[in-house]
């Protein structure tokens, strides 16, 4: 069964600050992950994909991610914090065993950015 | 494009009562799926579909009923609502191409169900 654990359920950060928000995958095959966030009160936003096609993601507002497959990781990072960051962060698996191929969720990172 | 649009955005039920959480794409995606998600944890799959006429459980389907008549709309029904069903509700859709697990999936706004 294909799961991902967010090893940190909150992380302070200070603005103009590297972001750093860690997440461990299982897979018995390759995964496909991906970075979602959500604004308070909001719906989920795509940040990134991870398609096998290049193990150094680069997403939206300077977001980026790099799949490590020896270390099962799929980090999210960010050089620098703005406060439009403060937000609910989810890593996320494909879970192609299922015929719909839904979505399996970390339980979420909240990321808080001080000024 | 609108999206993934969902409605209502909030509601409050008495426990016993029924109602029926509503979700369009006009995407013409194949694939749509309802999520749930609960106050500090991740999404949970309810149920979902890969295309018109065709719907299957998820993680957490009990308590729910699906049906899935056009490609466009995929109602979520709740028949007897209790306390635990307070949650957000999310529905996404995906296209479903060949690349299969690298689709984005989309998400509408979400509906805030309280139950009491």
């Known amino acids: 069964a294909q799961s991902v654990t967010q090893l940190d359920s909150h992380v302070s950060v200070s603005e103009g600050t590297p972001v750093l928000l860690r997440c461990n995958y299982s897979s018995s095959y390759s995964p496909s992950l991906f970075w979602y966030v959500q604004h308070p009160n909001k719906g989920l936003q795509l940040l990134l994909k991870y398609t096998s096609a290049a193990t150094l993601v680069k997403g939206i507002n300077g977001f980026e991610a790099e799949f490590k497959k020896s270390e099962t990781s799929f980090h999210l990072t960010k050089p620098s914090a703005h406060m439009s960051d403060a937000a609910e962060y989810f890593c996320v698996v494909s879970d192609s065993s299922q015929a719909g191929t839904a979505l399996i969720f970390g339980k979420g990172t909240t990321l808080s950015v001080s000024s | 494009n609108a999206g993934v649009t969902q409605t209502p955005k909030f509601r409050i039920l008495k426990i016993g009562q029924s109602m029926t959480l509503q979700c369009t794409q006009d995407?013409?995606?194949?694939?749509m799926y309802w999520y749930r998600q609960d106050p500090g944890m991740g999404l949970k799959l309810i149920y979902y579909?890969?295309?018109?006429?065709?719907?299957d459980k998820g993680e957490v389907p009990n308590g729910y009923n699906v049906s899935r008549s056009t490609t466009e709309d995929f109602p979520l029904r709740l028949e007897l609502a209790a306390p635990s069903q307070t949650s957000v509700y999310f529905c996404?859709?995906?296209?479903?191409?060949?690349?299969?697990?690298?689709?984005?999936?989309?998400f509408g706004p979400g509906t805030r169900l309280t139950v009491l």
């Open positions: 996404a859709s995906r296209q479903g191409l060949a690349g299969g697990p690298t689709d984005t999936q989309y």
């Open positions: 579909s890969v295309g018109a006429g065709i719907t």
């Open positions: 995407m013409n995606h194949n694939y």
